[in-house]
């Protein structure tokens, strides 16, 4: 057996076995580093390559924007940021389903988690809409399918973690999701407004004016997270790790001092979970790291690309490969894990044909977002069930058009690539 096969095999039967998958990836790098390397008696050389793996400054930021993610869960930051949107849409036909979606978009803006996203905004509207008419399968898949718009708004954790491996500006990936997340919105609502007039869903009330200004003015604290975001970072007055910092101080202020909701001890709870997720992820990180080096060393994704003919592949060739195995990987298995072992593999073909790398990692992401959407395993699938108590059946049973639309906004990106980049040529020009 040649080292590939024999790496992939140790993956498989580890996973098969039920091994967590950092087991998996440490054991098959260890297998690699002992083929590659049979005369060299240091095992630490592994050890290294995950503690490099980890060392970027950039990843600074994933603990942070978790951490600020989940003060804001526990606070009052959602719920104004949902009663501002409600306001303004609700009394339309398909308001509520709307209101839902963009409510899901503001609070990924504000968080950059879809899970906190689908606990945050989905808990408060999902009775609403049940009482308003709506069917809870069409329900439960707007609210997680609304979330994954988490991923392509800023800030976004997978953004940060492809820009770390890729070697691609994460500021750039941050400006270039804007458009994307929003014509994702922008669709998901047009679906929304056809499915309640196909189903004649009522309207509700319109709010009074008094009503949408005291919701407004409620709304403007939490605003401030994006305005944070993207005028800190693209108007020179911070890197993205710094707003990262600057965010928890400000959601810190916010839910403890303006809007009074938390105290010392629970900011001391939030810290221990924070720090159990950010734990699992960089552990994930430093294990992807090293695997993603024997690979590299031992030219295995040369050889895979040869395999599929990949190695000659156009540019539409090669962006329909990358879209597949990234969709197709997040169906079954975590999507750090997916981007830790598949960037490395395809780098050297998006090299040798000059892709926009930054173009690369909004396409990634947008798959990550569905397969995030997507039966067997997709991630958001499960928080919804966790969260609202509801068979899996009923969760996924409405997911298909929501998948639809994303797998066309997928299309979209590859033959109208300025949909992604024209913001970013023109805030880095």
Same mark, same amino acid.
């Given at each position: 057996?040649?080292?590939?096969?024999?790496?992939?095999?140790?993956?498989?039967?580890?996973?098969?076995?039920?091994?967590?998958?950092?087991?998996?990836?440490?054991?098959?790098?260890?297998?690699?580093?002992?083929?590659?390397?049979?005369?060299?008696?240091?095992?630490?050389?592994?050890? *290294?390559?995950?503690?490099?793996?980890?060392?970027?400054?950039?990843?600074?930021?994933?603990?942070?924007?978790?951490?600020?993610?989940?003060?804001?869960?526990?606070?009052?930051?959602?719920?104004?940021?949902?009663?501002?949107?409600?306001?303004?849409?609700?009394?339309? #036909?398909?308001?509520?389903?709307?209101?839902?979606?963009?409510?899901?978009?503001?609070?990924?803006?504000?968080?950059?988690?879809?899970?906190?996203?689908?606990?945050?905004?989905?808990?408060?509207?999902?009775?609403?809409?049940?009482?308003?008419?709506? *069917?809870?399968?069409?329900?439960?898949?707007?609210?997680?399918?609304?979330?994954?718009?988490?991923?392509?708004?800023?800030?976004?954790?997978?953004?940060?973690?492809?820009?770390?491996?890729?070697?691609?500006?994460?500021?750039?990936?941050?400006? %270039?999701?804007?458009?994307?997340?929003?014509?994702?919105?922008?669709?998901?609502?047009?679906? $929304?407004?056809?499915?309640?007039?196909?189903?004649?869903?009522?309207?509700?009330?319109?709010?009074?004016?008094?009503?949408?200004? *005291?919701?407004? #003015?409620?709304?403007?604290?939490?605003?401030?997270?994006?305005?944070?975001?993207?005028?800190?970072?693209?108007?020179?007055?911070?890197?993205?790790?710094?707003?990262?910092?600057?965010?928890?101080?400000? $959601?810190?202020?916010?839910?403890?001092?303006?809007?009074?909701?938390?105290?010392?001890?629970?900011?001391?709870?939030? $810290?221990?979970?924070?720090?159990?997720?950010? $734990?699992?992820?960089?552990?994930?990180?430093?294990?992807?790291? %090293?695997?993603?080096?024997?690979?590299?060393?031992?030219?295995?994704?040369?050889?895979?690309? %040869?395999?599929?003919?990949?190695?000659?592949?156009?540019?539409?060739?090669?962006?329909?490969?990358?879209?597949?195995?990234?969709?197709v990987g997040c169906m079954f298995v975590d999507s750090i894990v997916v981007i830790l072992i598949l960037v490395p593999i395809f780098l050297p073909e998006i090299d040798?044909?000059?892709?926009? #790398?930054?173009?690369?990692?909004?396409?990634?992401?947008? *798959?990550?977002?569905?397969?995030?959407?997507?039966?067997?395993?997709?991630?958001?699938?499960?928080?919804?069930?966790?969260?609202? #108590?509801?068979?899996?059946?009923?969760?996924?049973?409405?997911?298909?058009?929501?998948?639809?639309?994303?797998?066309?906004? %997928?299309?979209?990106?590859?033959?109208?690539?300025?949909?992604?980049?024209?913001?970013?040529?023109?805030?880095?020009?």
């Amino acid at each position: 057996m040649d080292i590939t096969s024999i790496m992939l095999t140790t993956m498989v039967v580890l996973l098969l076995l039920g091994f967590p998958i950092v087991i998996p990836l440490l054991a098959a790098s260890l297998a690699g580093f002992y083929l590659l390397f049979a005369d060299f008696d240091n095992s630490f050389f592994i050890v *290294q390559r995950m503690i490099a793996g980890i060392k970027p400054a950039s990843l600074i930021a994933v603990p942070m924007f978790i951490l600020a993610a989940n003060i804001m869960t526990q606070g009052r930051s959602a719920t104004r940021l949902i009663d501002m949107v409600m306001s303004f849409i609700q009394h339309y #036909k398909g308001g509520l389903a709307v209101s839902t979606a963009t409510a899901c978009t503001l609070f990924g803006a504000v968080s950059g988690s879809t899970q906190a996203t689908v606990v945050a905004v989905g808990a408060p509207l999902r009775p609403i809409m049940i009482r308003n008419g709506y *069917q809870d399968s069409f329900i439960l898949s707007l609210i997680i399918s609304s979330s994954g718009i988490a991923l392509l708004i800023p800030p976004s954790i997978g953004m940060i973690i492809y820009g770390g491996i890729s070697q691609t500006s994460i500021s750039e990936l941050f400006i %270039a999701g804007i458009v994307p997340g929003i014509l994702i919105l922008v669709l998901f609502s047009l679906y $929304a407004v056809f499915f309640s007039v196909k189903h004649d869903i009522p309207t509700v009330d319109r709010a009074s004016f008094s009503e949408r200004l *005291q919701a407004s #003015k409620a709304a403007l604290w939490p605003l401030g997270f994006p305005f944070i975001i993207i005028i800190g970072i693209y108007g020179g007055v911070f890197s993205p790790t710094e707003a990262a910092s600057t965010c928890v101080l400000y $959601a810190l202020i916010l839910e403890m001092l303006v809007f009074k909701e938390l105290d010392h001890r629970d900011i001391v709870e939030i $810290a221990k979970s924070t720090g159990v997720i950010t $734990a699992v992820i960089f552990v994930l990180v430093a294990a992807g790291s %090293a695997f993603s080096w024997i690979i590299s060393f031992a030219q295995i994704p040369q050889a895979v690309m %040869a395999s599929f003919g990949l190695d000659v592949a156009s540019e539409y060739q090669l962006l329909l490969a990358i879209s597949i195995a990234f969709f197709v990987g997040c169906m079954f298995v975590d999507s750090i894990v997916v981007i830790l072992i598949l960037v490395p593999i395809f780098l050297p073909e998006i090299d040798r044909l000059n892709l926009d #790398k930054v173009l690369i990692g909004i396409i990634i992401t947008l *798959q990550v977002a569905i397969g995030a959407i997507t039966p067997p395993f997709g991630c958001n699938i499960f928080t919804a069930v966790a969260v609202f #108590k509801r068979p899996y059946m009923d969760v996924v049973r409405g997911l298909f058009p929501f998948v639809l639309i994303l797998a066309l906004v %997928a299309v979209l990106l590859v033959v109208f690539p300025q949909i992604a980049l024209s913001l970013r040529d023109l805030v880095f020009a």
